[in-house]
């Protein structure tokens, strides 16, 4: 009996002997565990939420050298949304986002060579110098958005993305949709671009390419029939007023329809030495001493003028009263190719003097077609139109081919950011447009 006493009172010990080791390992286990989760929730995030590492260069910053600007996150000049409303570049325009619209005349144009002659729409394009190239760490996207309370709802979509350190892609999409501030001012685009740049290891080495889609569709309604909208006696909502082409359906007044297709690359190549200021840093940047670059652009054009309509209201010039139909479509293929050549002389500090020397050959070539469909192409009516008018074909078409050969000089002259000086020259050597 003493034994089998001797033996539970063992058992017993070492029972709670045991409980008391499983306790102390539970206790020391756990507060191992809370000094390692405590540890790791003092470690610092591998992703830096920061905007200084959202970097873009622009064509005409990389035609200078290779260097990046940081995004602008807020929202100044948010509110010129609208292209005609741009206070250091104004206009003349009919009043409402997506309408005819003209630069003043104190800011010509100083192209030379072929042009189309439609200037009406051209603010909405989305043009291949204009693409943004990005430099991001980590995936960039970027939504704006305007209206939907009101008339004007413009929408805006963006995403870049590293590839690996030297070559990033980015798209770009657009939408607009306007009802205007009159009936028959319905404006409407979509625009997209799909971008890339790469650069060699070497710094050398540079390519940019991207693809731009354009398609714009804007109304007209040929004013409206009331010669006193603001009289005491019409105070009343905008949309009430009869516009001189009214179509309930929208289907049969005039419109402008447009597109813009255009694929663009560029190659450039840095020679000699190279001035590197911020090396390995995102706020780098190289300024070559001399850079040869080779452009080419691959551009279609489409406008079309469609009216199915009789024009009562004397809207449009007389030589189409007579018209119910009238569907115009022109069509321009442009090919460009362009050589470029840059000499940059500095002294010992990059942003003291620097004098500059750039030489380059442009060749276009130019397709054109033009196809008229009108209701009515032979007018017998002598009052309103004197000048006997032959019979026309209901179908015309017109189809020529234009080049140009293009040389261009600048020399400039910049001290620091204080002054920048140059002087432009493009001269017209053979082509089309000899002599421009």
């Given at each position: 009996m003493k034994l089998i006493v001797r033996i539970l009172?063992?058992?017993?010990?070492?029972f709670v002997?045991?409980?008391d080791v499983i306790a102390q390992s539970k206790e020391e286990w756990s507060s191992a565990l809370d000094s390692a989760r405590a540890k790791e929730d003092g470690k610092k995030d591998s992703v830096i939420l920061s905007a200084k590492y959202i970097r873009y260069a622009t064509l005409d910053m990389l035609k200078k050298g290779t260097y990046t600007r940081q995004i602008d996150t807020s929202h100044h000049n948010y509110q010129y949304y609208n292209p005609q409303n741009l206070p250091w570049n104004p206009s003349v325009n009919l009043g409402a986002y997506g309408l005819a619209t003209r630069d003043l005349l104190f800011q010509p144009k100083k192209t030379i060579g072929f042009q189309s002659g439609f200037t009406a729409l051209e603010r909405y394009l989305l043009n291949p110098d204009s693409i943004q190239y990005f430099r991001a760490r980590a995936r960039y996207s970027e939504l704006s958005a305007v209206g939907f309370f009101f008339n004007d709802q413009v929408f805006r979509a963006r995403v870049a993305q590293n590839i690996n350190s030297q070559w990033n892609m980015n798209v770009d999409f657009h939408s607009t949709k306007t009802d205007g501030f009159y009936l028959g001012q319905n404006y409407s685009d979509l625009k997209a671009s799909v971008a890339s740049w790469y650069e060699s290891k070497n710094n050398r080495y540079n390519l940019l390419i991207n693809a731009v889609f354009n398609r714009l569709d804007a109304m007209e309604n040929g004013s409206i029939t009331e010669d006193l909208p603001f009289?005491?006696?019409?105070?009343q909502s905008p949309d009430r007023f009869i516009p001189k082409f009214n179509d309930p359906s929208k289907t049969n007044v005039p419109r402008s329809k447009w597109w813009d297709n255009s694929l663009f690359l560029r190659q450039s190549l840095y020679l000699g030495r190279l001035d590197t200021i911020d090396k390995g840093k995102p706020t780098m940047?190289?300024?070559?001493?001399?850079?040869?670059?080779?452009?080419?652009?691959?551009?279609?054009?489409t406008y079309n003028f469609f009216k199915n309509m009789d024009d009562q209201n004397a809207a449009l010039p007389y030589n189409?009263?007579?018209?119910?139909?009238?569907?115009?479509?022109?069509?321009i293929t442009n090919v460009s190719n362009e050589f470029e050549y840059n000499f940059f002389l500095r002294g010992k500090?990059?942003?003291k003097n620097e004098a500059k020397l750039n030489l380059a050959f442009q060749h276009d070539m130019n397709w054109v077609e033009q196809h008229q469909l009108d209701s009515m192409r032979y007018y017998n009516n002598t009052s309103a139109y004197p000048q006997p008018l032959k019979k026309l074909p209901d179908s015309t078409t017109f189809d020529r081919f234009y080049q140009n050969g293009i040389v261009k000089g600048e020399l400039g002259y910049k001290f620091s950011d204080r002054l920048d000086f140059s002087l432009k020259a493009n001269q017209i050597v053979f082509g089309h447009n000899f002599g421009d």
């Open positions: 009172a063992a058992w017993c010990v070492l002997y045991s409980m009289a005491p006696g019409n105070r940047q190289i300024h070559p001493t001399n850079s040869m670059a080779h452009n080419t652009r691959i551009r279609r054009q189409n009263k007579a018209l119910a139909l009238n569907s115009d479509k022109t069509l500090s990059v942003f």
